[in-house]
């Protein structure tokens, strides 16, 4: 099959987008995954002129996931798409970010978020169940693509280029997009053979509970009520908890020491009830009584993967995103965040596609605007990790006076007072103007025109000073 025989995109692109411009040259690009970021990934380059595939090697779109959080840096897109009413339907808008001690349930570290989110990013942040998420997606793609279920790939062929499925079928297309997750097949051809990540020593259990039964509790009630997202930090481990679809369904994910011998990375390995409830023995009775709550859990286990040194195939028609390339720990909250925002940075450049020659320009084009941001995202979720986990000691003594002066800070400033606080580098990462303006005020399309602007002319007319072989980052220009 050639990939010719998909859905071009239709005629209900919003015209906005891209300045309305469309590629003069449309490509026939083959996505391998239909993920949230395969799916954003389809949406942006349809919209940007081009006849689109999905190759997905689950049987059927299906209702995957539990909470999943939408940034502002990422409702800005989904917006800008369209998409904002069926955000604010199936998100909450989450009005807190609350630390709290494992030992005692107190509050340490506090960050508005709500409508200061909305003033300060003029976007909102909300919290929302994966497949909602997905199914929104789903449907702004749909219309745009072809999307092929029971379509597993075995191998790629990053010359041609070319993609074999499962079933022996071979699929052509002038430009392949790996959106194939953390376990991808095509980082492999990037990379040039297996990938092997390296365990964190984390696991994370992950559990929903009906939120009506919060709600008979006086001490969860506020649990549900609030809108907050609750992050316990203790010795070793954390848990964070929040409320989804319409305030439905609370959310736990909960990080603690692997101790599962072999145990694999899989979003949907069963955990055992007991076991996740022995391990949080002596944590506070808020936790306790939340986990007596939980009906069933997953055992999700964390692995860690280093930068890659390039997204991009040598060959220029085969580039990665979301987490086939920069695979996120789940301690920012941002996996989903970067694989829409590589996908919009996708979109917006193909938009400006007028000759085949300019395919592996694009692509090094993409890899320079999204690899430091991605890697420096990368790298501050990790850092989380060290921060949450601390043993009861000074180093966790200085970390809670740290988050307790910011906290004092955000509600001297919510009082209407002025910030009398330094709260660059603080322990609460989300009380850090600094990184917050980083990830949360970044506008994926902005960069792109940026971008353009000092480069475009030369890429279009392919003057060599313009790279045209994927770069090799060194560990000196990976990061901010
Ligand atoms: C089942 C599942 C449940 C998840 N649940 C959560 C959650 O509850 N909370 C959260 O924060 N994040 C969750 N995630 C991860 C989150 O969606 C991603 O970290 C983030 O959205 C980046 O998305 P991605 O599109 O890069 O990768 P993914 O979302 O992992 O999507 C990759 C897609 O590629 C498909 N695929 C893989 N290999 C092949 C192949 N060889 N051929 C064809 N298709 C292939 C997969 O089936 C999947 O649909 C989940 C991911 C999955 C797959």
Not at 40 to 63: F, P, V
Not at 126 to 147: G, M, Q, S, T
Request: charged share 25%; with cysteine; net charge neutral.
């Amino acid at each position: 099959m050639n990939a010719q025989q998909s859905k071009t995109a239709g005629s209900t692109q919003p015209d906005h987008l891209y300045k309305g411009r469309r590629a003069s040259l449309p490509l026939n690009i083959v996505v391998i995954g239909c993920g949230l970021g395969g799916l954003a990934a389809a949406y942006c380059l349809a919209q940007a002129g081009h006849n689109i595939t999905i190759l997905e090697a689950a049987s059927a779109i299906g209702e995957v996931g539990a909470g999943i959080q939408s940034s502002p840096n990422v409702s800005r897109l989904l917006m800008r798409w369209g998409l904002g009413p069926q955000l604010q339907e199936i998100g909450v808008k989450i009005q807190a970010l609350s630390l709290k001690r494992w030992s005692n349930d107190e509050v340490i570290g506090w960050t508005p978020l709500g409508d200061l989110i909305d003033k300060e990013y003029g976007f909102p942040f909300y919290l929302l169940h994966r497949a909602d998420f997905h199914r929104v997606l789903y449907e702004a793609a749909e219309p745009h693509c072809n999307i092929r279920v029971n379509s597993r790939v075995v191998s790629v062929d990053p010359s041609k280029p070319s993609v074999t499925l499962a079933s022996g079928e071979i699929v052509y297309a002038d430009l392949l997009i790996g959106a194939d997750g953390v376990k991808s097949v095509t980082r492999e051809h990037v990379v040039g053979g297996p990938d092997k990540p390296r365990a964190t020593g984390d696991a994370a259990y992950r559990a929903l509970i009906p939120a009506e039964k919060l709600l008979q509790d006086d001490d969860l009630r506020p649990l549900v009520e609030k809108m907050e997202s609750n992050i316990w930090m203790g010795p070793a481990g954390h848990i964070v908890g929040y409320t989804i679809r319409a305030k439905k369904e609370f959310n736990l994910v909960m990080m603690h020491p692997d101790d599962t011998e072999g145990g694999i990375e899989s979003w949907t390995a069963e955990g055992n009830v007991d076991k996740m409830i022995e391990t949080y023995k002596g944590w506070n009775t808020t936790v306790q009584k939340l986990l007596a709550l939980v009906p069933s859990t997953l055992n999700w286990r964390l692995m860690d993967r280093d930068p890659l040194p390039s997204w991009i195939h040598k060959d220029g028609k085969l580039a990665l995103l979301g987490d086939s390339c920069h695979p996120m720990l789940p301690y920012r909250a941002q996996g989903s965040a970067m694989a829409i925002e590589d996908a919009a940075v996708l979109g917006n450049l193909f938009s400006h596609c007028s000759d085949r020659s300019q395919i592996a320009p694009l692509l090094c084009a993409y890899q320079s605007i999204r690899y430091h941001r991605a890697t420096a995202t990368q790298r501050s979720s990790s850092l989380n990790r060290f921060i949450f986990h601390k043993p009861d000691g000074p180093e966790q003594e200085e970390r809670d006076r740290e988050m307790r002066a910011a906290k004092e800070d955000a509600l001297r400033v919510a009082r209407g007072e002025k910030s009398t606080y330094a709260l660059t580098g603080n322990s609460n990462q989300w009380a850090d103007k600094t990184k917050s303006d980083i990830q949360f005020g970044y506008d994926a399309d902005e960069e792109v025109e940026k971008w353009w602007l000092v480069n475009g002319k030369r890429l279009t007319a392919l003057v060599p000073s313009i790279e045209l072989k994927p770069r090799v980052m060194s560990s000196a220009n990976r990061d901010h």
